[in-house]
């Protein structure tokens, strides 16, 4: 994966973990996805009771809590993007997590999120 | 003795004894409310969204509500036409409402309390665009609230503490994941065997997880989904909210599957030839073994029997451990196979095994008898009491056994 695209994913993740509706969202949640990409684990974001933090490389915490999102560089950019929808993406087969404790629409919630600030973006640069 | 509510309410406690004869919201009635909403982990600041359906008892929506402002929940209440209402209004087959589905991606929870308020368009209204939308891209937990009249509410099913269901559902499906097979037989001839696989284990058994889980409450129901199954089923009702002619049958239907697939649907059973009918106008999966599903709840029953109606007083029915479902077509738990029929055929009375040990005998979950079992029941009060199951209702199930 590109470092440009990690550091895409990364900022994009922080910016979501700063608002007030991930917050309420995760607030009493302790979950982490990992991200594996093009068939490399990438990085992972951590879900730690109301605080969202993104790091590089394989969570090394405990496994029973961590879901696996498997795609290629070209959805994950497309999805940061505001490009594609996750569900979309996974009707599409392009987009696969192995989700332990329920936790896989909690990640289309989060990205949700993000696709609209994006958007939000967009529209400003626009103007 | 009346006590006064945070909502200024006259409650009053007529006891145990009350059920038949209460008047407005008692103790009991609230009791269960309260219940449903701590397992619903309603909690401070919580957007609540309560869906009902027209005509249905003010207070049993009114103690939901109460309940749900206790526990500091902003609540909503939307009333939507109820499935009931399509007996007065035939043909109306249709999706909810726009302004139902705009709401539903504004609640943190979603509580479908009505009688199937959702349920105008069919059994798998959670695959809708809508329901999807709501639930993965808002976070939002969907509820179903199983607590549909009085009786039920207040009822020792409404009041027993889910902690209780979970632990006989997590004991239960620990013996399921570790089995490879499994065995029904009823005494009415019923003799079917499947290949299990513990990754597809589902129902409502377990505590609510996170945002965009979804979840019966009080539940109480463990499903698998069979593979490779073969053997004779002789099913004795079929699930009402499917609408076939008569849910509970006089005769069986006899539904023979080879390799999960309904190859044979015969009997004198009243629904056999609507049966074939939705095999025939189903897609091409209907006639999958979608789905085995069988009732944990030990105080569960067909409350209002008869003069409720039948959506009402089914749903107890199908959380009781004398009774067992399987269904045709879609499968209901993770990597299934899709199918827009899902027809739930019930029998009772059966003896389940996994790898060759009961697990059910003749209706009766033997995990109510564990010691084990017993003494986690017993924080809650009498485990003699608590893990009793209550009569089925006398002629409810009308197959005879010749």
Not at chain 2, 28 to 46: D, T
Not at chain 2, 132 to 140: F, H, L, P, T, V
Not at chain 2, 242 to 270: C, F, H, R, Y
Request: hydrophobic residues 40%; proline residues 5%; contains cysteine.
């Amino acid at each position: 994966m590109e470092r440009e695209l990690m550091k895409v994913a990364s900022d994009l993740f922080v910016r979501i973990g700063k608002t007030e509706e991930c917050r309420r969202k995760i607030d009493d949640y302790e979950h982490t996805y990992q991200f594996e990409v093009d068939g490399k684990a990438e990085f992972y974001v951590e879900l730690n009771r109301g605080v969202l933090k993104v790091a590089p490389g394989v969570y090394p915490g405990e496994y029973t809590k961590v879901s696996l999102v498997k795609t290629d560089s070209g959805t994950l950019r497309a999805i940061l993007k505001g490009k594609l929808r996750p569900l979309d993406a996974s009707t599409q087969g392009k987009w696969v997590i192995r989700a332990r404790n329920y936790s896989g629409e909690l990640l289309y919630t989060l990205l949700r999120i993000g696709r609209e600030m994006v958007i939000e973006d967009l529209l400003a640069a626009q103007a | 003795m009346v006590e006064k509510l945070v909502h200024g309410a006259s409650l009053e406690d007529e006891g145990s004894g009350a059920v038949s004869q209460m008047k407005g919201i008692t103790l009991e009635l609230l009791q269960g409310a309260r219940n449903f909403m701590k397992f619903a982990k309603i909690k401070e600041q919580v957007e609540v969204a309560i869906l009902v359906s027209r005509g249905q008892d003010d207070d049993v929506i009114n103690a939901l509500v109460i309940a749900a402002e206790e526990r500091g929940a902003h609540v909503t209440v939307i009333r939507a036409r109820g499935r009931t209402e399509r007996y007065n209004f035939p043909g109306l087959i249709e999706e909810p409402s726009r302004v139902l589905k705009k709401a539903l991606i504004g609640a943190d929870v979603i509580i479908d309390a009505g009688i199937a308020a959702l349920y105008a368009v069919g059994a798998r209204h959670i695959d809708k665009e809508y329901m999807k939308i709501a639930r993965s891209e808002y976070g939002a937990f969907f509820i179903r609230s199983e607590l549909l009249s009085k009786e039920i509410m207040a009822s020792e099913f409404g009041r027993m503490p889910c902690d209780v269901i979970y632990e006989i559902g997590r004991r239960v499906s620990s013996m399921i994941e570790q089995g490879k097979t499994a065995r029904v037989t009823t005494p009415l001839g019923t003799d079917i065997s499947f290949n299990l696989n513990p990754r597809g284990i589902m129902g409502s058994f377990r505590p609510l997880n996170m945002p965009g889980d979804m979840l019966a409450i009080p539940g109480g129901r463990v499903g698998l989904n069979p593979e490779h199954g073969y053997g004779i089923l002789y099913a004795e009702a079929i699930n009402p909210m499917v609408e076939p002619p008569q849910v509970l049958m006089t005769k069986p239907i006899k539904i023979v599957w080879d390799d999960n697939w309904a190859v044979e649907i015969s009997g004198e059973g009243e629904n056999t030839e609507w049966l074939v009918q939705m095999m025939e106008t189903g897609d091409r999966n209907a006639r999958w073994w979608g789905e085995c599903m069988f009732g944990i709840h030990p105080k569960s029953n067909a409350f209002g029997y008869p003069s409720a109606p039948t959506e009402v007083y089914f749903t107890g029915v199908h959380s009781r451990p004398d009774t067992l479902h399987n269904a045709l077509g879609h499968s209901a738990g993770a990597g299934g196979v899709v199918s827009n029929r899902h027809i739930d055929t019930f029998i009772h009375d059966q003896t389940l095994y996994v790898d060759g040990d009961k697990l059910i005998d003749n209706g009766h979950l033997l995990v109510l008898d564990d010691p084990g079992m017993r003494e986690f029941a017993s924080r809650f009060g009498d485990p003699d009491q608590l893990l009793r199951m209550s009569p089925m209702p006398e002629g409810l199930f009308k197959c005879r056994r010749d």
